[in-house]
């Protein structure tokens, strides 16, 4: 199993900003398309937002126009640049390929926001 590395997250205040890293093993970065996923305390964990191979993306209603997904071929590494945070944003945040993959899932990279 290979675990995908996230970093980045902390404690901001709302309206403030982060950029969360992924270091995707070769394996899963080659798979070609890589999304962000976030879990908040007693609820599922859900796609926020993908990027495939030509990097088309795709996020979820409540992140369009705030979160910007990028990804960077030579350093192999996934971005998630977060943009007019939200509390309703704070939750783990993992990386992995999208559709995920049971073997990648990290221990992700918590993200606070405070009112």
């Known amino acids: 199993q290979v675990q995908l590395v996230e970093s980045g997250g902390g404690l901001v205040q709302a309206g403030g900003s982060l950029r969360l890293s992924c270091a995707p093993s070769?394996?899963?970065?080659?798979?070609?398309?890589m999304g962000w996923f976030r879990q908040a305390p007693g609820k599922e964990r859900d796609v926020v937002a993908s990027i495939n191979w030509n990097g088309r993306t795709d996020y979820v209603d409540s992140v369009k126009g705030r979160f910007t997904i990028s990804r960077d071929n030579a350093k192999k590494t996934v971005y998630l640049q977060m943009n007019s945070l939200r509390p309703e944003d704070t939750a783990v945040y993992y990386c992995?390929?999208?559709?995920?993959?049971?073997?990648?899932w990290g221990q992700g990279t918590q993200v606070t926001v405070s009112s």
């Open positions: 070769t394996r899963a970065y080659a798979s070609g398309s």
């Open positions: 992995n390929t999208n559709p995920p993959s049971d073997q990648y």
